[in-house]
């Protein structure tokens, strides 16, 4: 399982907007909207890198309001929950 956070600045008129477009898009798992530099964050979990690039660079790119984002590449995960067999279902 790959895992990404995607950090977004997205017009401040569309947050709720974007938000459900990023929800209806395959391997992002959850979008909240925060408060500081940016505005959104979406969480990318997806079975192999090659899915995190079609997620992150064509999908995401192709919602209108998102007007810039940096993507950070998620190496490990320190969590008291089991965060793998959470989101590995279905997966194989």
Do not use: C, W
């Amino acid at each position: 399982m790959v895992t990404a956070i995607s950090l977004l600045d997205v017009e401040r008129s569309r947050v709720n907007e974007v938000a459900q477009a990023l929800m209806d898009v395959e391997g992002v798992s959850e979008v909240y909207s925060v408060a500081g530099r940016y505005d959104q964050v979406a969480v990318i979990r997806v079975p192999e890198n090659e899915d995190l690039k079609e997620v992150a660079t064509e999908r995401m790119l192709k919602i209108d309001g998102i007007e810039d984002s940096e993507t950070l590449f998620a190496f490990e995960v320190h969590s008291d929950h089991d965060l793998e067999s959470m989101f590995s279902i279905g997966f194989e």
